[in-house]
Every structure is written in structure tokens, then in C-alpha cells.
T-cell receptor, first 113, second 115 residues
Framework: DAGVIQSPRHEVTEMGQEVTLRCKPI?????LFWYRQTMMRGLELLIY????????DSGMPEDRFSAKMPNASFSTLKIQPSEPRDSAVYFC???????????FGSGTRLTVV | AQSVTQLDSQVPVFEEAPVELRCNYS??????LFWYVQYPNQGLQLLLK??????LVESINGFEAEFNKSQTSFHLRKPSVHISDTAEYFC?????????????FGKGTLLTVNP
């Protein structure tokens, strides 16, 4: 398996623009997670899905953030409009169950200028 | 709910020295415990995990961690570190079974191995 695949690896955008981050989980994994990592706040769980259904989105910072999982092999995280404080590395992870641990993607480094 | 405290944000050591990265957790239920490693500009990789059984678990690259239930700790150790071990290390905890899908991560410990 190719692992968890995230795209793009790097994104630079101007404040106010819409940004869409993409994730393909490992086939057969039924849980998917979106994390944000910054120096100041460390790793923050934004949202997680189980069997394509959002279970907990309490970590989504505000209405500018939205996430979807239309099928078992694809998820998106959208920020609209983007702001400089959204600059961070965004990770996607998937698992069949927490006893396995998570498999993380390589992340998307987002810079909003 | 669970929480994780990594007691040291940075640990500098010299090559071939021993190292211990400390992790304490709190939980009202039984737990699974994990250590992840993050190399620069990469995602987190699972290093080792404790699920049940022997309280001492090992990774393929010489790290080990011991689950201590009475002290609610899961410290990571290596008897002799290499330059290539320089990375950030994250401790994580999850409740067992049922609908416990969430891993709760500590804030990380940056291990820097100097020549």
C-alpha cells in the first residue's frame, strides 16, 4: 500500500482565497483524522470520520473550516476564506482501530500571505 | 477522556549516550499507549505501542518503553543514541475498545543528538 496520500505537499495562497487540502486514506481503514500542527499549539485534532461520517468536529477552529468525506477513499479539508493565522502543516491520518495506531500522511504545508 | 504530559520539551544528548524521554498520562479507563517519531519535514511514524501483556515493548531501532500502571507512565528509552535519532517524539494515549477512536497526543519532545 502507498500509505496515506496527501496533496498538495506545499500550498502558498493569498489571504482571502479558498484552499482545499486532499487526503486518500489507506484502503480498508475506516477512520480518518485531520490534524493541524504549529509550533505554538503543537498537534491539534480538527475532525475525525468513522465510516465516512463525521464523528467529532469540535476541533474545527471556526466556520471558515469545513471537511468532507464523500467516500471511503477520499477526504477534503477546505478553508474559506483563508487567513495568515491558518498557516500550519495539516496532516491526515487513517486507521482500522486505535489498537493499530494511526498512519499519517506526509502533510500539507500551508502558507497564507 | 485522556490526557498526556511530556515532561521535557527538548532533550539534547551526545551521540552514544543513553536517553530517556518521559511521558505521563491520565485516564479513567484502561488505555493503549503509543510513541510516534517525526523526522524533519515528515509525518509522524509509529515507533512502538503497548496494548496488553508484557509491560516492556521494543522498536526495531533499539528504543524501548515501559508501561507503569501505578505511576501512569510510559517512558521511552534508548541505551545508546545515534545522530540519526534526532527527531521529535510524541507520546499518545487512547482508551480501549468501543468507540474510542481518538488518540490524544502530548506536545512532543525534541531529541537532539550531538556528535
Amino acid at each position: 500500500d502507498a500509505g496515506v496520500i496527501q496533496s498538495p505537499r506545499h500550498e502558498v495562497t493569498e489571504m482571502g482565497q479558498e484552499v482545499t487540502l486532499r487526503c486518500k486514506p489507506i484502503s480498508g481503514h475506516n477512520s480518518l483524522f485531520w490534524y493541524r500542527q504549529t509550533m505554538m499549539r503543537g498537534l491539534e485534532l480538527l475532525i475525525y470520520f468513522n465510516n465516512n461520517v463525521p464523528i467529532d468536529d469540535s476541533g474545527m477552529p471556526e466556520d471558515r473550516f469545513s471537511a468532507k468525506m464523500p467516500n471511503a477513499s477520499f477526504s477534503t479539508l477546505k478553508i474559506q476564506p483563508s487567513e495568515p493565522r491558518d498557516s500550519a502543516v495539516y496532516f491526515c491520518a487513517s486507521t482500522q482501530g486505535t489498537w493499530q495506531g494511526y498512519t499519517f500522511g506526509s502533510g500539507t504545508r500551508l502558507t497564507v500571505v | 477522556a485522556q490526557s498526556v504530559t511530556q515532561l521535557d520539551s527538548q532533550v539534547p544528548v551526545f551521540e552514544e549516550a543513553p536517553v530517556e524521554l518521559r511521558c505521563n498520562y491520565s485516564s479513567s479507563v484502561s488505555v493503549y499507549l503509543f510513541w510516534y517519531v517525526q523526522y524533519p519535514n515528515q509525518g509522524l511514524q509509529l515507533l512502538l505501542k503497548y496494548l496488553s501483556g508484557s509491560t516492556l515493548v521494543e522498536s526495531i531501532n533499539g528504543f524501548e518503553a515501559e508501561f507503569n500502571k501505578s505511576q501512569t507512565s510510559f517512558h521511552l528509552r534508548k541505551p545508546s543514541v545515534h545522530i540519526s535519532d534526532t527527531a521529535e517524539y510524541f507520546c499518545a494515549v487512547s482508551g480501549r475498545g468501543g468507540s474510542n477512536y481518538k488518540l490524544t497526543f502530548g506536545k512532543g519532545t525534541l531529541l537532539t543528538v550531538n556528535p
